[in-house]
């Protein structure tokens, strides 16, 4: 069995459990909607609309997209597949605009970037209530399902690199020091994360170390981990759950707790999530809750270093959860 197996077989144990106990009321009697369990489903409303599924542009999330496209054909729901629509304004855009019903979207992005707030809780949970709550009152933009796995901003460090540092990964600091005390050393990143509120700022403030501009190279993200795993960069930005980090030899390094959270659900617009099949909360909701950060790796891993295809990964993720 490979490792990527192991690691959705584990996870598929763990869901199924956690829904099982989750469907029991106080006297054992199964009260739960999710339609993976055998129960029949509530009817559908005779004009329920076709729900059109967007997502950003980049492995993880176009995998997500996937997934709700998959399981909501497997439902028998009415969908048209936007994936891969672009990044996160063009999505966010394209919800408030009625041009796409859902995308994914990451609970440290909507506090931030969508919301405009600052000062984001370090508790999942709160942050997930905070920013639901917000977007619903303000937007009418409907967060549903958590998703244990946190996609933060972080960096890994090239092989030479960690090899220079005796083989241990960095942590931050250590990070700032290597930069400081070797100045040919560059910090490659993608060009809006040197800008960005919750980006390299946040790892400036807690180093004391402002990366000189002649140690930035900005890059585009995909190139940002080639050029780190070929040695050419020193230390590249990365999403913390991307499978190329192990496969292209990186090595994250560790953050003690400084950038913002980034837990995933789907976002809908709340009319149409009102007036649809009943099962769509309840299958976006089982989706997202057994995709811990090791899951998340494994699947990213199999389209980003084995060449397979989104819609093969999804549906293999699917069928370990009971929704394909």
Same mark, same amino acid.
């Given at each position: 069995?490979?490792?990527?197996?192991?690691?959705?077989?584990?996870?598929?144990?763990?869901?199924?459990?956690?829904?099982?106990?989750?469907? #029991?009321? +106080?006297?054992?009697?199964?009260?739960?909607?999710?339609?993976?369990?055998?129960?029949?489903? +509530? =009817?559908?409303?005779?004009?329920?609309?076709?729900?059109?599924?967007?997502?950003?542009?980049?492995?993880?999330?176009? %995998?997500? @997209?996937?997934? $709700?496209?998959?399981?909501?054909?497997?439902?028998?729901?009415?969908?048209?597949? /936007?994936?891969?629509?672009?990044?996160?304004?063009?999505?966010?855009?394209?919800?408030?605009?009625? &041009?796409?019903?859902?995308?994914?979207?990451?609970?440290?992005?909507?506090?931030?970037?969508?919301?405009?707030?600052?000062?984001?809780?370090?508790?999942?949970?709160?942050?997930?209530? $905070?920013?639901?709550?917000?977007?619903?009152?303000?937007?009418?933009? /409907?967060?549903?399902? %958590?998703? =244990?796995?946190?996609?933060?901003?972080?960096?890994? !460090?090239?092989?030479?690199?960690?090899?220079?540092?005796?083989?241990?990964?960095?942590?931050? &600091?250590?990070?700032?020091?290597?930069?400081?005390?070797? =100045?040919?050393?560059?910090? #490659?990143?993608? !060009?809006?994360?040197?800008?960005?509120?919750? @980006? %390299?700022?946040?790892?400036?403030?807690?180093?004391?170390?402002?990366?000189?501009?002649?140690? &930035?190279?900005?890059?585009?993200?995909?190139?940002?981990?080639?050029?780190?795993?070929?040695?050419?960069?020193?230390?590249?930005?990365?999403?913390?759950?991307?499978?190329?980090?192990?496969?292209?030899?990186? !090595?994250?390094?560790?953050?003690?707790?400084?950038?913002? $959270?980034?837990? %995933?659900?789907?976002?809908? /617009?709340?009319?149409?999530?009102?007036?649809?099949?009943?099962?769509?909360?309840?299958? +976006?909701?089982?989706?997202?809750?057994?995709?811990?950060?090791?899951?998340?790796?494994?699947?990213?891993?199999?389209?980003?270093?084995?060449? /397979?295809?989104?819609?093969?990964?999804?549906?293999?993720?699917?069928?370990?959860? @009971?929704?394909?």
């Amino acid at each position: 069995m490979t490792q990527v197996s192991r690691t959705l077989r584990i996870a598929a144990l763990t869901l199924a459990t956690g829904l099982t106990l989750a469907a #029991c009321g +106080a006297d054992g009697e199964d009260t739960t909607a999710d339609p993976g369990n055998g129960a029949t489903p +509530a =009817p559908a409303p005779a004009d329920a609309p076709t729900i059109v599924v967007g997502s950003k542009d980049f492995t993880e999330n176009i %995998l997500l @997209g996937q997934m $709700l496209v998959i399981a909501l054909e497997e439902a028998g729901i009415d969908v048209e597949d /936007r994936t891969n629509l672009g990044g996160t304004v063009v999505n966010r855009d394209a919800l408030l605009a009625d &041009q796409i019903n859902v995308y994914p979207e990451y609970n440290g992005t909507g506090w931030t970037v969508h919301l405009g707030q600052e000062d984001p809780s370090f508790d999942r949970q709160e942050l997930y209530d $905070l920013v639901a709550d917000k977007d619903l009152a303000d937007n009418g933009i /409907r967060w549903v399902g %958590l998703s =244990p796995l946190n996609n933060t901003y972080g960096f890994a !460090s090239s092989p030479s690199a960690t090899a220079a540092n005796g083989g241990e990964a960095f942590t931050f &600091q250590t990070m700032a020091d290597y930069l400081e005390a070797n =100045p040919d050393a560059v910090a #490659c990143m993608e !060009s809006e994360f040197p800008d960005r509120p919750d @980006g %390299l700022i946040l790892w400036e403030e807690h180093t004391g170390f402002e990366i000189p501009q002649e140690q &930035q190279v900005i890059l585009e993200t995909g190139v940002v981990y080639t050029e780190t795993g070929n040695d050419n960069c020193d230390f590249g930005e990365v999403f913390t759950t991307d499978g190329r980090i192990d496969g292209l030899g990186l !090595s994250l390094v560790a953050d003690p707790g400084v950038m913002i $959270l980034y837990n %995933l659900s789907f976002t809908f /617009r709340d009319e149409v999530l009102e007036a649809s099949d009943p099962q769509l909360v309840a299958i +976006a909701e089982a989706i997202v809750a057994g995709l811990d950060n090791e899951t998340m790796v494994a699947l990213n891993f199999e389209v980003d270093i084995n060449g /397979r295809e989104y819609d093969d990964v999804a549906r293999e993720y699917l069928e370990t959860i @009971g929704l394909a």
